[in-house]
T-cell receptor, first 115, second 115 residues
Framework: AQSVTQPDIHITVSEGASLELRCNYS??????LFWYVQSPGQGLQLLLK??????LVQGIKGFEAEFKRSQSSFNLRKPSVHWSDAAEYFC?????????????FGQGTELSVKP | GAVVSQHPSWVICKSGTSVKIECRSL??????MFWYRQFPKQSLMLMAT?????????EQGVEKDKFLINHASLTLSTLTVTSAHPEDSSFYIC???????????FGPGTRLTVL
């Protein structure tokens, strides 16, 4: 069955430090991959996505993610975290065979930023 | 990017009443919309896929008679929580798009509180 795992429920980093949020997926083929961010009480904003091509994907707000097929991972990174990055981050996978566009979300990682 | 709105942003109702939540794609036509439910500190759980002009497809375990979905036009889908009970209190999020490249655009969410 398809699944997405975000091993870290909560991460705290200092402002200016680097960040890596982990995402592992289980899927029969190469899926579409997404990272979303959610501020409290808000909807989801797309940070970046991977469909094909270059496995290092650049997104908004200085985020990037790397698709590693051998590890079934799509980890999110940022070289220098800002206090405004504190939020909930969700990794998601979608079916390549266009199963109506359904997405499966990971459990989410809450990011706290220390001053 | 595409804009999806939800109305209302929050609603408080008495147990036993029905509540309707609207999801609109403001600047594009969406043949497919999705409804998610999110409990505090948890991930998004897909409830159903709403297809314009046809019946919604519900995920396993979601009561179709309790969560009525109507997708009457290419820009509007509605979710009606019938005979709401306190356990239905949650954050409901809709999204639109997703067909083809699987990119979904999310609404800001609706906070439902049932007293």
């Amino acid at each position: 069955a398809q699944s997405v795992t975000q091993p870290d429920i909560h991460i705290t980093v200092s402002e200016g430090a680097s960040l890596e949020l982990r995402c592992n997926y289980s899927y029969g083929a190469t899926p579409y991959l997404f990272w979303y961010v959610q501020s409290p009480g808000q909807g989801l904003q797309l940070l970046l996505k991977y469909f094909s091509g270059d496995t290092l994907v650049q997104g908004i707000k200085g985020f990037e993610a790397e698709f590693k097929r051998s590890q079934s991972s799509f980890n999110l990174r940022k070289p220098s975290v800002h206090w405004s990055d504190a939020a909930e981050y969700f990794c998601a996978v979608g079916a390549r065979n266009n199963q109506g566009g359904k997405l499966i979300f990971g459990q989410g990682t809450e990011l706290s930023v220390k001053p | 990017g595409a804009v999806v709105s939800q109305h209302p942003s929050w609603v408080i109702c008495k147990s036993g009443t029905s509540v309707k939540i609207e999801c609109r794609s403001l600047d594009f036509q969406a043949t497919t919309m999705f409804w998610y439910r999110q409990f505090p500190k948890q991930s998004l759980m897909l409830m159903a896929t709403s297809n314009e002009g046809s019946k919604a497809t519900y995920e396993q375990g979601v009561e179709k008679d309790k969560f009525l979905i109507n997708h009457a036009s290419l820009t509007l889908s509605t979710l009606t929580v019938t005979s709401a009970h306190p356990e239905d209190s949650s954050f409901y999020i809709c999204s639109a798009g997703g067909v083809g490249n699987n990119e979904q655009f999310f609404g800001p969410g609706t906070r439902l509180t049932v007293l």
